[in-house]
C-alpha cells in the first residue's frame, strides 16, 4: 500500500512527489522517460515562468486561481530553482527560460522524486476506492490512501497525453468543462487562402479578440496562421470574429501622408505580404496619392482585418487543452476533490489554462505545491 500514487509524472506529479519526498509514493506514467513536455518545451529551454503571473493571465475562475498562484508564485518557483542550482534568464515578454536546456529543471525534479518508485511505460486505465483507492494499469493494480492525478490534458498524444484525468474525474461524478486545443495555429477560411501564400513570413501584429488584445509576432504557415500571437488569441477565440492590425505601431494616414512612393514600399510591412493583401482587396500596388476613396476605404482594412478563422491545428500541435475538470468541485486550499477524499487533482487537467508565456508551467507547479493531504 502507497501513501501516494501520482499519476502522471509530468510538471505537477513531479513537483508533488518532490514536496512529499520520504512518503511511500509510486509515480505512474505512460512514457519511458519523466517530463517530456518539459523536455520539448520553450523550444527546448523550457520557458518555466513570467516574471508577471497574475489570474488574469489564465482562463479559468480568477477567485480559485488567486489564491493557489499568490501561495506559489513565480519568485518562490525561481528561489527553488536556485537553490538547486538552476536560475533561468529573462528573455522577451517577461519570459523566464533555462539557459542552456530544459534539462537543467527535469535533472532537478528527478532528483527531488528520486525516493519515489517510478512506474514508467505503463498506463493507468481506471481507479476505485473502497476502503482505499485501487489504481489499475494495463500491467498491475495499485494500491494507495491519497490519489495524484496529475496526467495533464489531451494536447501532444505522441509524447503521453491521454483523456485518464477527465475519465477519473467523471467516475467519481466529477463535473468536465468542454474540451478544445488553446495556445494552437488558427487555419483559415477560402476569403482567407491569401495568407497561406506567404508561409514562412513574419511580422509584429495586433490581434483583438473578445475583451483581450495581443500585440506580438504573427507567423504565416502553410496552414494557416501561427505565431506567439495568435497562440494567445486562440486561448480566447471560441467561434465567430477576431480582429489583426497589420500596423500597430502607427496610424496609416501617418505612412500615407503625402507619399508618392508605391504603397509596398511606403508601408512598413514585408513586400510580399503587401502584395498579397493588396491582391486580396483588389488594390493596385500604386503610390497613396493616387488611391480613390473607396481604395482608401479597402486598405483601411490593414488596421482592423476582421475574419473567422476556420479552425485550429488541432491538439497534435496545440500546447495546451482549454477546459477540463470543473474546479467548482475542487477545493483551492487543498487541491482535493470536494466529492471524494484522498483523491487530488493538479496541473493542466483542471478547468485552469495560461495564456503563452511560461503561465502554464506555473499553474502546473503553484497547484502541485497547494496538494495538502490530509490522510497520510
Ligand atoms: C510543445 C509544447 C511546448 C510547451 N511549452 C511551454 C512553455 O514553454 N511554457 C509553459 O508554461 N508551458 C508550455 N507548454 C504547456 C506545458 O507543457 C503544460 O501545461 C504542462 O506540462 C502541464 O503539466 P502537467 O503536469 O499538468 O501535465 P504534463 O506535463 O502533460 O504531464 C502529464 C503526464 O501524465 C502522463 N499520462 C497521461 N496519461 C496517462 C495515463 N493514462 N497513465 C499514466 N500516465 C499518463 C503523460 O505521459 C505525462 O507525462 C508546452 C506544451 C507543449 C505541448
Redo the contacts with the bound molecule.
Keep these: 500500500m502507497y501513501d501516494i500514487v501520482i ?7 513531479l513537483m508533488v512527489a518532490s514536496k512529499y519526498k520520504g512518503k511511500n509514493i509510486a509515480i ?4 519511458l522517460k ?5 523536455k ?3 523550444g527546448g529551454k ?3 515562468t513570467n516574471a508577471k503571473v497574475n489570474e488574469q493571465n489564465y482562463l479559468g475562475n480568477p477567485t480559485f486561481i488567486k489564491p493557489i498562484l499568490n501561495a506559489y508564485d513565480q519568485n518562490e518557483l525561481l528561489s527553488f530553482l536556485k537553490v538547486r542550482g538552476c536560475e533561468p534568464i529573462l528573455r522577451k515578454d517577461n519570459q523566464y527560460f533555462c539557459k542552456s536546456s530544459a534539462d537543467e529543471i527535469i535533472t532537478i525534479l528527478k532528483k527531488e522524486s528520486a525516493t519515489c518508485r517510478l512506474f514508467l511505460n ?3 486505465l481506471k481507479i476505485s476506492k473502497k476502503e482505499h483507492f485501487l489504481i489499475q ?1 494495463n500491467r498491475e493494480t495499485f494500491e494507495a490512501k491519497n490519489v495524484v492525478v ?4 489531451l ?2 498524444p505522441k ?4 483523456p ?1 484525468a477527465y475519465d477519473i474525474a467523471k467516475s467519481f461524478g466529477h463535473t468536465i468543462k468542454t474540451t478544445s486545443p488553446a495556445l494552437v495555429g488558427f487555419t483559415v477560411q477560402k476569403d482567407q487562402f491569401w495568407m497561406k501564400e506567404l508561409s514562412g513570413i513574419s511580422l509584429k501584429v495586433k490581434i483583438s479578440v473578445g475583451n483581450k488584445r495581443f500585440c506580438q509576432d504573427l507567423l504565416f504557415a502553410h496552414k494557416g496562421i501561427s505565431g506567439p500571437v495568435v497562440l494567445n488569441a486562440s486561448l480566447y477565440w471560441h467561434k465567430g470574429l477576431l480582429e489583426i492590425d497589420f500596423l500597430p505601431d502607427g496610424s496609416l494616414k501617418k505612412y500615407l501622408k503625402n507619399s508618392n512612393k508605391l504603397l509596398s514600399t511606403a508601408l512598413p510591412l514585408p513586400k510580399r505580404f503587401i502584395k498579397a493583401f493588396l491582391e486580396s482587396i483588389a488594390v493596385d500596388d500604386k503610390p497613396a496619392s493616387k488611391l480613390s476613396e473607396e481604395e482608401t476605404q479597402k486598405l483601411s482594412k490593414l488596421k482592423n482585418y476582421a475574419f473567422a478563422p476556420a479552425g485550429n491545428f488541432g491538439y497534435s500541435k496545440a ?2 487543452t482549454r477546459g477540463g475538470i470543473c474546479t467548482d468541485e475542487i477545493d483551492g486550499t487543498n487541491m482535493m476533490s470536494s466529492l471524494v477524499k484522498d483523491l487530488f487533482f ?4 483542471l478547468d485552469v489554462t ?1 495564456e503563452l508565456g ?5 499553474w ?1 507547479f503553484s497547484s502541485a505545491m497547494r496538494v495538502n493531504l490530509s490522510a497520510c
Design positions: 499519476i502522471g509524472a509530468g510538471a505537477s506529479g505512474i506514467d505512460t512514457n519523466v517530463a517530456q513536455k518539459i520539448i518545451s520553450g523550457c520557458n518555466i505503463q498506463s493507468v494499469t496529475s496526467s495533464g490534458g494536447s501532444y509524447i503521453g497525453a491521454s485518464i500546447e495546451v493538479v496541473g493542466e487537467c495560461g511560461g503561465y502554464n508551467f506555473q502546473a
